[in-house]
């Protein structure tokens, strides 16, 4: 009897892990850097390409050859099935976030080769690598060096915010650094720079995550920061 039960467990457990094997192989997608998602677009030319940010940020500038389908759209999943499930999938964003979740739904909806840029765009811009412009003309709010420059010339603090309106620690900061603003309006000023609004200057900057925080005094640096911070901490690191 015990020598039964113990082969039928045998034959359960030898079912069972080969039944998970290839459904946990189906789970994962691969990350590639932006030199690596570069390389691998002009070695295939089966590769279909997605951009997965809004409209609007895709005019600012886009990989050539992409496709549009936003994440955030309700559409999404539906476009995302028309795509060729026996070509590989390369899908980015600006920063890896949204592509990532993106290349999970592919994932599921059975496509068997889908590869994510990390660090997006704000990569590839870092790098020098070329984009497609449907939008040539610059934005009218769009930050210059040589804008950015005359804003150091205060006699205050410059607290510096660079973010975008999809990331959330961004949003999540946002109130907390409205409030020390208006609370210091007497020492403190703060800037904010969108990113999807300024991929030249962030690229200038050298600026590759989001959130990052800067804080300037007499033109100076004295004080930076990269990722979610919460007011208290960040009080007592820039000590005004």
């Not at 999404?76 to 026996?86: H, I, N, R």
């Amino acid at each position: 009897m015990k020598a039964s039960n113990t082969a039928m467990f045998s034959i359960f457990l030898t079912v069972l892990l080969g039944s998970c094997g290839p459904q946990n192989a189906q789970q994962n997608f691969r990350d590639l850097s932006a030199d690596e998602f570069q390389t691998e677009l002009t070695k295939n030319s089966s590769i279909q390409l997605l951009d997965v940010r809004t409209p609007e940020e895709f005019e600012q500038g886009h990989l050539d050859g992409a496709l549009n389908y936003n994440i955030r759209s309700a559409d999404f999943e539906k476009q995302a099935g028309s795509l060729d499930k026996t070509k590989p999938v390369f899908v980015y964003c600006l920063s890896g976030r949204r592509s990532a979740s993106a290349a999970s739904i592919l994932v599921q909806k059975g496509f068997p080769e889908v590869h994510n840029m990390t660090g997006g765009l704000m990569k590839w811009n870092a790098g020098g690598k070329p984009l497609v412009r449907a939008n040539t003309q610059q934005r009218e709010n769009a930050m210059t060096v040589e804008t950015f420059k005359a804003l150091l010339h205060t006699d205050k603090f410059l607290l510096v915010d660079y973010y975008a309106k999809w990331c959330l620690p961004c949003k999540k900061m946002a109130p907390m650094l409205d409030s020390l603003a208006t609370r210091e309006s007497q020492q403190l000023s703060l800037v904010k720079i969108d990113a999807d609004e300024n991929p030249d200057f962030l690229r200038e900057k050298g600026i590759e995550n989001l959130p990052v925080l800067e804080l300037y005094k007499n033109g100076k640096l004295i004080w930076k920061h990269e990722g979610e911070i919460d007011e208290q901490t960040l009080l007592e690191q820039i000590k005004l």
